[in-house]
């Protein structure tokens, strides 16, 4: 059975939206894996941010990650990664179609990173990797 890592980010913590987050990804059908509550350090973030090093947002992006503490989730069930990926939608809030978690859940905040509440893999080997450090020992 396939398996993704989600994080819900700290603006998605912050907001108290965990509940609805996991609510959305148990009423879809797919179920939780492993769950836990806890803060990004820079290792771990330029590890996870590692294909997005040198870019302009990666600063920010990493500030933003270690603003407060992330729910990290191994979610699994067929086809998963392309599953939540679709529940999240697109990458930026503002046009992300209403229905999704960032389109229904999200919006620009007017600050130099995409405050987008959640993050899931993009491929099986991102999965395995992903999940190997967030989960380490798993
Ligand atoms: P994740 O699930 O978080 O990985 O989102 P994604 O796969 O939709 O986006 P991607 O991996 O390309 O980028 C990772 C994160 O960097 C995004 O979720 C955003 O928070 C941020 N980001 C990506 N592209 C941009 C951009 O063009 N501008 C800014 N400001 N932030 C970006
Ligand atoms: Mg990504």
Same mark, same amino acid.
Request: negative net charge.
């Given at each position: 059975? #396939?398996?993704?890592?989600?994080? %819900?980010?700290?603006?998605?913590?912050?907001?108290?939206?965990?509940?609805?987050?996991?609510?959305?990804? #148990? +009423? *879809?059908? /797919?179920? $939780?894996?492993?769950?836990? $509550?806890?803060?990004?350090?820079?290792?771990? $973030? +330029?590890?996870? /941010?590692?294909?997005?090093? @040198? *870019? &302009? =947002? /990666?600063?920010?992006?990493?500030? =933003?990650? *270690?603003?407060? &503490?992330?729910?990290? +989730?191994?979610? #699994?069930?067929?086809?998963? %990664?392309?599953? =939540?990926?679709?529940?999240?939608?697109?990458?930026?809030?503002?046009?992300?179609? &209403?229905?999704?978690?960032?389109?229904?859940? @999200?919006?620009?905040?007017? $600050? *130099?990173?995409?405050?987008?509440?959640?993050?899931?893999?993009?491929?099986? #080997?991102?999965?395995?990797?992903?999940?190997?450090?967030? =989960?380490?020992?798993?």
């Amino acid at each position: 059975i #396939e398996r993704t890592l989600v994080l %819900i980010k700290p603006d998605g913590v912050r907001r108290g939206l965990t509940g609805e987050i996991l609510r959305r990804i #148990e +009423a *879809k059908g /797919y179920a $939780l894996a492993a769950l836990t $509550l806890r803060s990004a350090d820079d290792e771990l $973030l +330029a590890a996870h /941010y590692a294909e997005h090093e @040198g *870019k &302009p =947002f /990666y600063a920010p992006l990493v500030e =933003f990650m *270690k603003s407060g &503490p992330v729910v990290a +989730a191994v979610v #699994e069930g067929h086809r998963v %990664i392309e599953g =939540f990926r679709s529940l999240a939608g697109a990458t930026d809030p503002t046009g992300a179609l &209403p229905g999704t978690i960032r389109g229904d859940l @999200g919006r620009d905040w007017g $600050l *130099k990173v995409q405050q987008n509440l959640v993050h899931g893999s993009d491929s099986p #080997e991102s999965a395995v990797r992903e999940i190997g450090l967030w =989960f380490p020992g798993s």
